[in-house]
C-alpha cells in the first residue's frame, strides 16, 4: 500500500505519494486558492495521477498546514513544525536546523541529534519576513515573484529599506524606483530585508548547522545568499523545497 501526505499552506498545496519503503512516487504543487478542501482534493489527484495510481491504492493520508482542518478525508493531522523537520531529514539526516518560509509565515525549528523537534519559533503576525513580503514587492516592481533571486544576484551593492512594515516597506520601494536606483540593487535590498527578519527570529532559538531552508522561499537564491552571509553558514535545501511539508505528512503516515 502506499500513503500520502498533504500540506495545504496559505499559498500553496502540495501533496506526496510515499510507497512502504519510503520511496517517493510523486508529487504535486497548486496554487490554494479560496478554498482549502478542493486544494486539498487536487493536489492529491494531481499527485496520484503523477504515479499512474487511485485513492483505493492508499492506506493512510496525513494533512499539516494552516488548511489541514478543512480536508475531511485526512487519517489524522500533524503540525507543519513536525512535517517540516521531518521532511527535511528526510534529504538531510543530520539536519539541526530548519528554516521554513512560506507564505504567511516563518519558522525556525531546532532538532536535537536523534531527530526530535526540540524547539521552534515563529513569525505569523506580520508580512514581514514572509513569502507575502517578497510578493508585494514583486508586485511594485511589475516582476513575477520568480524573477526576484536571478535579479537581487546580479547587484554588488544593496538599497536599504529601513522600514519592518510591509506596507510601508513597499512605499519606500516605489520611491526608490522614483529616484531611479536600480531594480537590482532594490531586490537585493529586499532580500536583505528578509534576511535579517528571518536571522532576528533564528537568534531567538539559536542556530545549529547543519541548516537546511524549506518552503517556497528557498527557491530564491537571492534570499537564501542573503541569510547564509548572516549567518555564516551554507544552507542544503532539498531538491524541491516546498514539498517539504507534505513529504513530512507523508512520512508521519508512515510512521516514521
Ligand atoms: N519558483 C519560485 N521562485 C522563487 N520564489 C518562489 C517560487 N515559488 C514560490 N516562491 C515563494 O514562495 C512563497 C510561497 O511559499 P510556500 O508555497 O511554501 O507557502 P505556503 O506553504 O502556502 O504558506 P504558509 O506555509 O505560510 O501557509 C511565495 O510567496 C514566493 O515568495
Ligand atoms: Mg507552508
Known sequence: ?????????????EAVILDDSGRILGASIIPTGANAGKAGRE?????????????????????????????????????????HAKGARYFFADARTVIDIGG??????????????????????????????????????ELDVEELGPLGLA????????????????????SLVAEGRPREEIIRGIHDAIAERTLAL??????KAP???????AKNQ??????????QTKILIPPEPQITGALGAALSALGR
Do not use: H, P, W
Open 43 to 83: 493536489c492529491l489527484d494531481k499527485a496520484l495521477s503523477e504515479c499512474g495510481r487511485t485513492v483505493q491504492d492508499l492506506s493512510s493520508v496525513v494533512a499539516t498546514g494552516y488548511g489541514r482542518i478543512s480536508i475531511d478525508f485526512a487519517t489524522s493531522r500533524v503540525t507543519e513544525i513536525t512535517c
Open 202 to 207: 533564528a537568534r531567538r532559538l539559536g542556530v
Open 1 to 13: 500500500m502506499l500513503v500520502a501526505g498533504i500540506d495545504v499552506g496559505s499559498l500553496s498545496a
Open 104 to 141: 504567511q509565515d516563518s519558522k525556525v525549528i531546532a532538532i536535537g541529534k536523534d531527530g526530535r523537534v526540540t524547539d521552534f519559533v515563529m513569525n505569523d503576525k506580520c508580512a514581514a519576513g514572509t513569502g507575502r513580503f517578497l510578493e508585494v514587492m514583486a508586485k511594485a516592481l
Open 222 to 231: 537571492g534570499v537564501v545568499k542573503s541569510l547564509e552571509f548572516r549567518l
Open 155 to 174: 547587484s554588488q551593492t544593496s538599497a536599504v529599506i529601513s522600514s519592518m512594515c510591509t506596507v510601508f516597506a513597499e512605499s519606500e520601494v516605489v
Open 211 to 217: 541548516v537546511v531552508m524549506t518552503g517556497g522561499v
